[in-house]
């Protein structure tokens, strides 16, 4: 490890961060959020001042060193302040995944026994309330919305706005113990705590201390030369440790902006407003805004439509290889030119896109086709491949060498390795320090040298040193015959087509493959209008004829793709059903982040699976489904299973785990 | 520690006054058709009042006398204390009385932002001239008046429509936006025509939300229409039932709902 074992000066805390940013860049916007429909911004010498009357406030009720506070609601500024109060107090933020049901919220809250709880508005304080009695540590309430709160008994609740005001009254008196507590801050503290989603079991509480996060903001930001001049849009979940690295780590580290938009339906167009320079989104966020593109330019004028095909198969040919600075002839440049004043320029500044310098991608893999578009419009998209347990940041792709399927080389300070089964393991300054209240789980996660199981298999390639993950370990099994089983590889693979949403393969221990699918409502939709296609419901839709054999092409296209590969020959599906309805968290089939639980959904569709192995022609089935609030009903349906062509392969399948 | 589960009891702070507005006597015809007879009751500073019965019991003409569309044939009206003379509606809406339609009336090619400031109209104080060139007081007045109607986009959530034609719009966003243009005149008094009329269960229960929170965080007095029982029982204070045009009952929700006049004629159960 080359870096150093302490930061350099003071800067050992979040609270040391903002201290040394108000020196710096006092009169720079360090906050944005748009309310009232006007970009409302603070400064670091405001925010610092707002966050010290927090904290004062938060002293004056009573927050003790070492307590958890949970942080409930969407991003605003009002949170992250509390955040960085409660560390100034000696206190533990906790931020909660906002879209939780109280169910759920319950666990959590019950497990960081919390004493305080900052909740966005009153929709988060009623589903506090709901698991009261079942979380007697709760002690505190305070909200930022004060909207619809006034009826409420406030014995054990304020406004935070109310707090600040009491903090600003008692500062005298709470000053010194306030500034003890923020000089005790050290660099083996912690920081944060962050529940993970889980894709299986209950979630974890993930303790990162200072020195993670600081040493993983500075390492990353010097990785991709971020500076004060910064502006990224904080819209990702506050409970996700990307959010926490992005709007907080590297915020403070660098001492840029963070904006925050008016409401999750106005991210578009507060992307489009702010332009941010440094952006992170999901591969399903980058993939459903060129289907809304593409979607637009189905209505254009043919004329428009000329333009644009003309010029982004332009791109397409040579728009990657400028981004890399590779050679392209002169004439090439000149169209390449004239195509970004004429549909480049225009495409990117409707996507929020002009002024960014960084984007990342991670979480999933991306389908080439996606990242090439949005890299062949001069955008400089790149992978990372991270987790909550190494405060994001395992590898990450260099400019200049950046590819769909790599997740790049290992991050500053990071040291990688493959291990036997081939399993990807990690150990960085960034490595969390313990699952709280579960010595088990990390003891069988991290071992006594600090290396972390990420619990993904992959591999280095040889000619760049480039990783690329190509499973979840676990997931990674063998068929029947003992040839190598990657679901997600498979999956992935089949949800690069915009018709498909969700795929589910299966096959561990199997003869052959067999898959679920998922049709996607827009694009799928949107096909059937153009086709005089009419259906009355998603579960007509996906029951159709014509959309079967739609997908049925897509299967066999994967299939003689995965033939070329002898690694993974022995993964082409043989029969698929597209299901009746769409997998969903509300129905525990995703996480929360909306990855596929795989052994639920075997369970819940049990009869499905069954009948895709016993060679029946369709089955009936009914299943239940749980609505936004909470309510149960069923849906029944017979579904057609098709048979798709496979390639037969010559060589013999490679043996797993060789 | 006992747990705050206990400790919070969600309690109803609001101040119900004084009477707002009283009805007395009021009696309407068209020619030879009795719309409203010999109706009176009040409605009092700070509740939400509703006024429910059949199809064609005349509630509608009701509210209609209420904003000054039409003028009892016999009958005072009496509001803040003092009688009221024959108005016109604007007139009326400028004491502060505003209202919604049962048909939805917005202004389908403009923006939400556009109708919504609309409603302000009652209170632009500048003259043509000065709002043609946007200066000077204009231009602060107009800013102050922005000011507040975006404080209205914020509470009604419909900030990601702020620019939408509402042409365009869903229905249930619509009778949102409706809401909001007559938030807008900050009323003393609205006045809601079916504001539930067509939505499904969800766009109620956001509506009947909406309708809570403007009586208690505004203290705005409402009186509103409404065909859904379930609905009026759950938010009204108090309870006026007409029949062919004629007042059958008039209390809580709770009495409202156990006069055998009310049974009969409105819910139709037959009592033995």
Redesign the interface.
């Known amino acids: 490890m080359d870096a150093p074992a302490t930061s350099p000066g003071e800067l050992t805390s979040i609270p040391a961060l903002l201290a040394r940013n108000v020196q710096l860049f006092a009169a720079r916007p360090a906050y944005r959020e748009k309310?009232?429909?006007?970009w409302q911004s603070w400064t670091w010498a405001e925010t610092e001042a707002g966050i010290r009357a927090l904290a004062l406030g938060f002293l004056e009720l009573g927050l003790a060193p070492g307590d958890h506070v949970a942080v409930i609601g969407a991003n605003r500024p009002a949170l992250y302040w509390s955040m960085v109060a409660a560390q100034m107090c000696g206190a533990i933020p906790v931020p909660l995944y906002q879209d939780a049901v109280a169910e759920e919220m319950a666990y959590v809250l019950d497990h960081c026994g919390a004493r305080f709880v900052v909740a966005e508005d009153q929709e988060q304080v009623d589903k506090v309330?709901e698991i009261?009695?079942r979380?007697?540590?709760?002690?505190?309430?305070l909200y930022h919305d004060r909207?619809?709160m006034?009826?409420?008994?406030h014995?054990?609740?304020n406004a935070l706005a109310d707090v600040q005001a009491t903090g600003r009254a008692a500062g005298e008196r709470f000053e010194k113990e306030l500034r003890r507590r923020t000089d005790a801050l050290g660099y083996d503290d912690t920081c944060v705590m962050l529940y993970t989603s889980g894709t299986t079991g209950r979630p974890k509480g993930v303790v990162l201390s200072n020195r993670n996060i600081i040493e993983t903001s500075k390492a990353s930001a010097e990785f991709d030369r971020l500076t004060e001049r910064e502006e990224i849009l904080a819209y990702l979940p506050m409970a996700w440790v990307g959010d926490f690295i992005f709007s907080m780590g590297q915020a403070y580290w660098c001492g840029f902006c963070t904006n925050c938009p008016?409401?999750a339906?106005?991210m578009y167009?507060n992307l489009h407003e702010i332009g941010p320079t440094y952006f992170f989104a999901p591969p399903r966020y980058f993939e459903q805004r060129i289907t809304i593109l593409l979607i637009r330019m189905e209505d254009a004028g043919r004329l428009k439509k000329a333009m644009f095909d003309h010029f982004m198969a332009h791109a397409k040919r040579v728009g990657p290889d400028l981004m890399d600075g590779k050679p392209v002839g002169l004439w090439d440049r000149l169209r390449y030119r004239i195509g970004d004043i004429l549909v480049y320029g225009p495409v990117r500044n409707r996507a929020g896109m002009s002024k960014v310098r960084v984007a990342y991608t991670a979480g999933e893999a991306i389908g080439p086709e996606i990242f090439e578009f949005w890299r062949s419009l001069g955008i400089n998209l790149k992978q990372l491949y991270g987790q909550t347990e190494a405060s994001v940041f395992i590898t990450q792709q260099p400019d200049g060498e950046v590819r769909a399927d790599t997740v790049g080389v290992p991050s500053p300070g990071v040291e990688v390795k493959i291990g036997e089964t081939g399993e990807v393991f990690y150990r960085s300054p960034g490595t969390f320090v313990e699952y709280y209240k579960n010595a088990e789980s990390t003891a069988s996660t991290k071992d006594s040298e600090g290396w972390v199981a990420t619990g993904d298999a992959g591999f280095f390639e040889e000619a760049t040193g480039h990783l690329r993950i190509i499973d979840r370990a676990k997931d990674v099994g063998k068929m029947a015959d003992g040839s190598l089983f990657a679901p997600k590889y498979v999956e992935n693979k089949l949800k690069f087509y915009p018709n498909i949403l969700e795929a589910v393969v299966f096959g561990a221990g199997r003869e052959m493959c067999c898959a679920f699918i998922n049709i996607d409502l827009t694009a799928v939709g949107n096909w059937a209008e153009r086709n005089n296609v009419s259906y009355g419901s998603y579960q007509e839709l996906a029951g159709l004829a014509q959309v079967l054999d739609m997908i049925a092409g897509h299967v066999e296209e994967v299939n003689a793709s995965l033939a070329g590969d002898a690694m993974l020959a022995g993964c082409q599906i043989h029969r698929f059903l597209v299901l009746h309805k769409e997998l969903d968290a509300d129905d525990g089939e995703l996480t929360r982040t909306r990855k596929v639980r795989r052994r639920i959904i075997e369970e819940k569709y049990g009869d499905l699976i069954a009948a895709l192995y016993d060679r029946s022609a369709e089955v009936s089935t009914v299943t239940e489904v749980t609505y936004e609030?909470g309510r149960k009903g069923s849906i029944s349906a017979t579904l057609e299973i098709r048979d798709t062509r496979t390639v037969p392969v010559t060589a013999k399948p490679l043996e797993a785990a060789e | 520690m006992t747990g705050i589960a206990e400790a919070i009891v969600a309690e109803d702070t609001r101040r119900i006054g004084g009477i707002l507005m009283e009805l007395k006597h009021i009696t309407l015809r068209f020619g030879g058709v009795t719309a409203i007879q010999d109706i009176s009751f009040d409605i009092r500073e700070g509740e939400i009042r509703a006024i429910i019965g059949p199809n064609g019991a005349g509630k509608s003409s009701m509210l209609n006398v209420i904003n000054g569309l039409y003028t009892p044939s016999v009958g005072e009206i009496w509001y803040k204390g003092a009688r009221r003379p024959a108005m016109k509606p604007y007139e009326v809406a400028r004491q502060g009385v505003a209202r919604t339609f049962q048909n939805i009336a917005l202004f389908k090619g403009m923006s939400t932002l556009d109708n919504i400031m609309a409603g302000r109209n009652t209170m632009m104080r500048s003259g043509l001239f000065a709002q043609a060139l946007w200066r000077g007081r204009a231009e602060a007045e107009e800013i102050a008046h922005r000011e507040q109607v975006e404080k209205i986009i914020d509470f009604l959530e419909i900030q990601h429509i702020r620019k939408t034609p509402v042409g365009k719009l869903p229905y249930g966003l619509q009778k949102r936006v409706e809401l909001g243009r007559a938030l807008a005149a900050e009323p003393s008094l609205l006045l809601l025509d079916e504001p539930m009329a067509g939505m499904n269960v969800e766009e109620k229960e956001d509506m009947s939300r909406f309708i809570l929170d403007v009586n208690d965080e505004f203290g705005t007095t409402i009186a509103l229409i409404e065909h859904d029982m379930g609905v009026v029982m759950d938010i009204s204070d108090r309870v006026v039932v007409m029949d062919y045009g004629k007042k059958i009952g008039d209390g809580t929700p709770e009495e409202v709902r156990n006069a055998p006049e009310v049974i009969d004629a409105y819910l139709g159960v037959a009592h033995d």
């Not at chain 1, 309310?35 to 006007?38: A, D, L, T, V």
């Not at chain 1, 006034?150 to 008994?153: A, E, G, P, S, W």
Request: charged share 40%; glycine share 6%; no cysteine.
């Open positions: 309310e009232y429909g006007i309330l009261a009695d979380v007697p540590h709760v002690e505190m309430i909207r619809g006034r009826k409420y008994d014995t054990r609740m008016e409401s339906e106005t167009e609030d």
